[in-house]
Nanobody, 126 residues
Framework: QVQLVEDGGDSVQSGGSLRLSCVAS??????MGWFRQAPGKEREGVASIDSDGKTHYAPSVNGRFTISQDTAKNTVYLQMDSLMPEDTAMYYC??????????????????????WGQGTQVTVST
């Protein structure tokens, strides 16, 4: 019954910005996160936000990406600035009913019961 719908992916030039959104249905907006997977690469955690509002970021995006939430709208956002070609990937919204495991450095880990969105493509050209 949980549904996550992402939007905002696009093709941009290096240095540009995008804002992704994720609307959650059948789920209270808490313990949300963003993950990405590039062709030929392993899926990696990008950012997470806990129920108390605390955020974590992967070292590769720290300082450039910002995760936020609007609990009234049951929506989570990922503001991406200073985009690089290395950021090109399919971005997935994720909901964790329990709590996020955080790797050293800050990246969230997807384990246990995780709900996933359909993904939205982000392409950054040189």
């Amino acid at each position: 019954q949980v549904q996550l719908v992402e939007d905002g992916g696009d093709s941009v030039q290096s240095g540009g910005s995008l804002r992704l959104s994720c609307v959650a249905s059948g789920y209270t907006s808490k313990n949300m996160g963003w993950f990405r997977q590039a062709p030929g690469k392993e899926r990696e955690g990008v950012a997470s936000i806990d129920s108390d509002g605390k955020t974590h970021y992967a070292p590769s995006v720290n300082g450039r990406f910002t995760i936020s939430q609007d609990t009234a709208k049951n929506t989570v956002y990922l503001q991406m600035d200073s985009l690089m070609p290395e950021d090109t990937a399919m971005y997935y919204c994720a909901a964790n009913p329990w709590a996020w495991l955080i790797k050293p450095g800050g990246a969230p880990v997807a384990s246990g019961r995780i709900y996933w969105g359909q993904g939205t493509q982000v392409t950054v050209s040189t």
